[in-house]
């Protein structure tokens, strides 16, 4: 009997972790691939220039929905920074969220001062450099932009 008791356990447990694997499988930020990176680095960008757009004609509402899902594409890639473990392209990321809700609220006041609209929206433009000095590089051929080749 106790003997019974021990296969069992161990049937399940081999269930439970096929389980696991299976779950993890399934899991679709799991494999967040470079091609799904640059994806939404490129969207991101898309949608910060329809803000910078909206920004210039002053219509700060459309500005801020735009943004909203900037924001959103860009959150994403933290994904891919962790799993190749670059801790300072997640400091990076995190200082351009910021800069990105920060945005948000200067837009979001009863009176949108359009100078601390500028400035905000400068912040997010040097957040972003930043992170592109060290994980961006032109290809000389096609002068199409890509992620910096580093060590793992």
């Given amino acids: 009997m106790n003997g019974m008791r021990i ?3 161990a049937v ?7 389980g696991a694997v299976t779950s993890a499988q399934n899991n679709p930020y799991r494999n967040y691939t470079e091609e799904k990176f640059v994806q939404n680095m490129q969207a991101a960008d898309r949608n910060y220039a329809a803000v910078k757009t909206f920004i210039a004609k002053a219509d700060y509402e459309s500005a801020k929905a735009q943004l909203t899902r900037a924001r959103e594409q860009m959150a994403l890639t933290i994904t891919f920074w962790r799993d190749v473990k670059k801790n300072d392209a ?7 969220l910021s800069s990105l809700d920060a945005l948000d609220a200067t837009m979001s ?10 400035a905000a929206s400068d ?3 040097a957040a972003c450099q930043s992170c592109h000095t060290v994980y961006r590089e032109q290809d000389p051929a096609t002068k ?5 080749r580093f060590a793992q």
């Fill in 7 to 9: 296969v069992a356990g």
């Fill in 12 to 18: 399940l447990a081999m269930v439970l972790a096929g």
């Fill in 109 to 118: 006041a009863d009176k949108v001062d359009g100078s601390a609209v500028a």
């Fill in 90 to 96: 997640v400091a990076m990321l995190r200082q351009a």
């Fill in 144 to 148: 199409a932009y890509r992620v910096r």
């Fill in 123 to 125: 912040r997010i433009n």
